[in-house]
């Protein structure tokens, strides 16, 4: 992962226990954080706020399961949907106009259920922020720094406390990067590794198919995994001294092979042997 730039925080990644006592409160910190910020008042403004006079047609849509053109994937208005659907709230929205921007809300519309997805989405933020600063190197306190910023951040304050579509990109793009980086730190091919890459793709596809600017998360994920692969590829190649050993291996063979032109089947043979021995030291 990215921490293989620097030795002494990659060494203290790994030296990291996995379930530490601390960690998981800053976690748990982190995460009450987003949930006070966030959910608390939210439906005590009773308007229409910026995109919601859009993504509010598109979720009537989905409950009322009319035609509606739009631009976006559906996932995170489906996920808005259900929400709605599972408090109850479908026939009530279905009366909102959604006309325009400062729109007032009628009583009986549940804004609750209608912004809770995004607002979720926003409170969990912080501590993921928080797991991917870890997994990048950072210390336990430049890592509650990054989750505390993302929690108290003016901008994701007003997107999480309104029924947009931001914060589930920002939160699925995130835990990504994050799985991405956590897979990099286990063996190829072990149960964890593959546990933890299959993660990151799901991730990925729910970043995806909320918005098409998560694209940027599906290329800084592929700059990264091809870094990666290059690498374990110069891991892989033979350091200076084994090149000067190779080389002297290479010189042998070649005297070797000059010398039994005669009784080359046999000569040859263990010329071979020579040389896979060679390779291999």
């Not at 910190?29 to 987003?34: D, N, Q, R, S, T």
């Not at 980086?181 to 729910?206: I, M, N």
């Amino acid at each position: 992962s990215l921490v293989d730039y620097c030795p002494d925080r990659a060494r203290r990644a790994r030296a990291r226990p996995p379930c530490a006592r601390g960690p998981l409160v800053d976690v748990a910190a982190l995460a009450l954080l987003g949930v006070a910020t966030r959910f608390a008042g939210l439906a005590r403004v009773r308007a229409v706020i910026f995109d919601e006079v859009h993504f509010g047609k598109m979720v009537q849509a989905y409950l009322d399961g009319t035609h509606a053109f739009d631009v976006h994937p559906p996932l995170g208005k489906l996920a808005m949907a259900a929400a709605v659907w599972a408090a109850g709230g479908a026939d009530a929205l279905s009366e909102q106009p959604f006309a325009r921007v400062g729109e007032a809300v009628g009583p009986g519309v549940n804004l609750v259920a209608f912004r809770g997805m995004s607002t979720l989405a926003a409170a969990l933020l912080p501590p993921t922020l928080y797991a991917l600063a870890r997994t990048l190197g950072a210390s336990r306190e430049g890592a509650a720094l990054s989750g505390l910023l993302a929690g108290l951040d003016p901008l994701f304050l007003a997107a999480g406390r309104a029924g947009l579509l931001d914060t589930q990109l920002c939160l699925a793009g995130a835990a990504s990067l994050w799985l991405l980086l956590e897979a990099q730190r286990h063996a190829p091919g072990a149960p964890a590794h593959l546990l933890t890459l299959t993660a990151c793709g799901v991730a990925l596809g729910c970043a995806l198919a909320t918005k098409w600017t998560a694209l940027a998360f599906l290329g800084a994920a592929g700059l990264e995994s091809a870094r990666a692969v290059v690498g374990h590829v110069r891991g892989a190649w033979p350091c200076g001294e084994e090149r000067r050993r190779l080389g002297i291996g290479r010189k042998v063979l070649a005297n070797v092979r000059v010398q039994s032109e005669s009784r080359w089947p046999t000569r040859w043979a263990a010329a071979s042997r020579l040389r896979a021995e060679m390779c291999t030291a």
